[in-house]
């Protein structure tokens, strides 16, 4: 598909890059690569990956992007992945080099976000031998990859580079890695480039069994209550439209789970927000009321449920999605709707009519106005949510909002609110911290029109602030805020609440000050106490034209509500104080 | 639901670390593999596991919709749902002074089982058949003393078509 865009766009690269010359593994790999509609690719160096930084070198086609570590290129790789929809590409040398992409691989595997991750090796003759920087990386990342590939023969290098982006990029999404011997990388073929793709045991089912779309019409036809629950699938096919069409011609109301946010605009009335651990007050109720629940391209996973055996005990349950293995695996499905998100809505849509829910409809939106999300504010203090608002307000909800892991990015989920899919990058399934802000700067690479605001906690941000280096270098105007409240909050909060008060390390104070640090870097930093200094803060960053890291000093013991303790059925909220 | 035993078949791309992707998916999700054969299927380039492992309905369905997700898995099939013929051999070296051994050699033939070595003090044993045959026949020459055992673990085929 991305070589059939390049051969429509750029002529004249596709004809150079098609020639069938004796060239270098390396050499074949950056044409395949370039082949496949890479544009951007995030990488580190090393002793096994010399020849293909060798090849990259002097190359004006190939565009490459030195992070600071491995972790921050395969997270940005992965951000530019989830913000534009195509296939994030990372590379990284042998041994250490590899290892340290292992929590972005796992991450991706995690969310399903289509990567190709390119490892060197050490000589194929050396493999085997504990030799210097010699790691097993197929076998270590067997687990948290879709597929995995070790390069034995040059020529097979280009099919392998395209079996990798088609298996990366379609059915279920999710990364796929190449590790290539160095020996390999610097042997010479003739370069061949089949678009053809035939994989025996790979057929991901695209169209659905008409028959369950005729029983899921039927069930919504009888319903009196029914919910549908977005996920992350719908925002990975594309489906946003569909949804939204599905949503208005059936008037069901929606929730979108954490990586389904952004898949159904939340300015939309049916619209109920997340469920789960911190969810609405309304979405959980839905869920636990209702008489059948659509389950789209979501995994049922237990944040979402929580307790299972009591999670939505009075709905029949429907579920669409791409991965077979999905449907069934964590609660009983009454209708399975294996296929593409987007096809099985199309197919839907020509036949879907409006269920009869004007009364549960009346009594959701009761509910709503009732146990709104809500925090105290107050003048004294500066309250995390009052943040998010502020810039969910100012950008008036249209920017790209990546997050890291813990109360912020809860908080963030809760008060930005999105129109838009593919604007909300977050790392759900792993909750990996130090994810956020190099995702921001690949999501910015992708997106080089678009604000990208990175959101961080004080921890997060210090997992991979080396990267401020690189936004400096290359003026990527990623705006990053860090929520900072000098402790590890989320872990904190569940510290006051299950293990009575005892804060078993978790303070952050002594932390670097973060405007010095990214003053250190070339960024500009900027800091903020109170509500008015945030106003300004924030309105300066946006204002400025290259990166700005913007220090939010924000009220320490905050919580994020509603809460349910694990062990709990979703519809058991703490709802806080305020 | 009830917990049974199951033979399941695979038929997998014959590429290195195929055998390492089925067992680390059985590994890591938590599947029992009561035994595992691997040998060349009847086309060129695939090969076929045979698996035995355990569960209810509901974890034998998983087990083969994860298979199925590994993209060198190409057909899987619970054969244990069908009419089906299962084979295992077993070496089995048993301590067996000249005095004894024409006793142990009446247990081996009322097996139809073989005696393929001898030594001057122990004999060893193949048996052939399914599980539970290899087991009797274990069963009945532990008193004897064993010494030693090595089972292929199981081949199995559906009958008929």
Redesign the interface.
Same mark, same amino acid.
């Given at each position: 598909m991305s070589t059939q865009t390049l051969k429509a766009t750029n002529k004249e690269l596709y004809a150079k890059l098609m020639q069938p010359d004796v060239i270098t593994g390396s050499e074949i790999l950056l044409r395949s690569l370039l082949l496949e509609g890479v544009d951007c690719v995030f990488g580190y160096p090393g002793g096994a990956v010399l020849y293909i930084y060798d090849a990259i070198h002097g190359n004006p086609d190939f565009n490459h992007l030195l992070t600071r570590h491995e972790q921050g290129a395969i997270h940005a790789a992965d951000g530019y992945a989830r913000s534009t929809g195509k296939v994030g590409v990372c590379i990284a040398t042998s041994g250490p080099g590899a290892t340290n992409l292992v929590t972005g691989i796992a991450t991706a595997y995690m969310d399903s976000v289509p990567l190709v991750i390119i490892t060197g090796n050490v000589m194929s003759t050396a493999i085997g031998t504990d030799a210097f920087q010699e790691a097993d990386i197929t076998g270590i990342t067997m687990p948290i990859t879709k597929h995995s590939y070790l390069v034995r023969d040059v020529k097979d290098l280009s099919k392998i580079v395209h079996e990798a982006f088609h298996i990366a990029s379609t059915g279920r999404k999710g990364p796929v890695l190449i590790d290539i011997p160095k020996d390999v990388s610097a042997l010479k073929t003739k370069f061949t480039y089949d678009s053809k793709i035939s994989i025996r045991g790979y057929n991901p089912t695209v169209l659905p069994n008409k028959l369950q779309i005729e029983r899921l019409l039927k069930a919504i036809d009888e319903a009196k209550k029914p919910v549908i629950l977005a996920g992350g699938g719908v925002v990975y096919a594309g489906a946003q439209n569909e949804l939204l069409k599905f949503v208005t011609k059936t008037n069901i109301p929606t929730i979108t789970t954490l990586l389904g946010i952004g898949g159904f605009p939340s300015s939309n009335d049916l619209w109920l927000g997340m469920p789960g651990m911190h969810g609405t007050y309304t979405a959980n109720k839905a869920i636990q009321n209702c008489d059948l629940l659509i389950g789209i391209g979501a995994r049922f996973d237990d944040r979402v449920t929580m307790k299972v055996e009591g999670f939505a005990p009075n709905a029949k349950i429907a579920h669409i999605d791409v991965d077979p293995a999905e449907v069934g695996k964590v609660v009983e499905t009454a209708i399975p709707c294996v296929g593409d998100v987007k096809k099985v809505l199309e197919l839907a849509n020509k036949k879907a009519k409006p269920a009869q829910s004007e009364a549960w409809i009346e009594e959701l939106q009761k509910m709503k106005k009732e146990f709104p999300l809500k925090y105290e504010d107050g003048d004294n203090h500066l309250k995390p949510q009052y943040v998010i608002e502020m810039i969910h307000e100012t950008t008036k909800g249209e920017a790209i909002v990546t997050t890291d892991v813990g109360q912020h990015q809860m908080w963030a989920a809760q008060y930005y609110r999105f129109n838009h899919s593919r604007s909300w990058i977050t790392s759900g399934g792993l909750g990996t911290m130090g994810f956020g802000f190099p995702a921001a700067i690949g999501a910015q690479l992708g997106n080089q029109d678009r604000l990208v605001v990175s959101i961080n906690g004080d921890g997060g941000m210090q997992m991979c602030a080396q990267e401020l280096a690189i936004c400096a270098i290359n003026n990527i105007p990623v705006k990053i805020v860090v929520i900072n409240n000098q402790v590890l909050g989320m872990v904190r909060q569940w510290q006051e609440i299950i293990y009575d008060n005892r804060y078993s390390h978790i303070d952050l104070s002594g932390s670097p000050d973060f405007v010095k640090l990214a003053e250190a870097y070339g960024v500009k930093g900027l800091r903020a106490t109170n509500k008015e200094e945030a106003q300004k803060a924030w309105q300066e960053a946006m204002d400025t034209p290259g990166p700005v890291l913007i220090d939010f000093i924000v009220e320490k013991h905050e919580n994020v509500y509603p809460m349910v303790k694990q062990g709990s059925t979703i519809d058991e909220m703490l709802m806080g104080d305020s | 639901m009830n917990t049974t035993k199951h033979t399941i078949s695979i038929l997998?791309?014959n590429q290195?670390?195929v055998l390492?992707?089925v067992a680390? @998916?059985f590994g890591?999700r938590g599947y029992n593999i009561e035994s595992i054969t691997v040998g060349k299927s009847e086309e060129e380039g695939l090969s076929r596991m045979i698996i035995v492992t355990n569960g209810d309905h509901?974890k034998l369905?998983?087990i083969s +919709?994860?298979l199925? +997700? @590994?993209?060198?898995?190409?057909k899987v099939i619970d054969i244990s749902a069908n009419p089906m013929v299962e084979r295992e051999l077993a070496l089995i070296k048993v301590n067996a002074e000249p005095s004894i051994r024409p006793e142990i050699i009446g247990v081996v033939e009322t097996f139809r089982a073989t005696i393929v070595d001898i030594s001057p003090k122990s004999i060893m044993v193949q048996v052939v058949g399914d599980s539970e045959k290899v087991k009797a026949m274990v069963e009945l020459l532990k008193p004897y003393g064993v010494i030693q055992i090595t089972r292929t673990g199981v081949a199995a085929m559906i009958r008929g078509v």
């Open positions: - | 997998v791309n290195p670390g390492q992707r680390s @998916l890591r509901h369905e998983q +919709k994860q199925y +997700k @590994l993209i060198d898995v190409i």
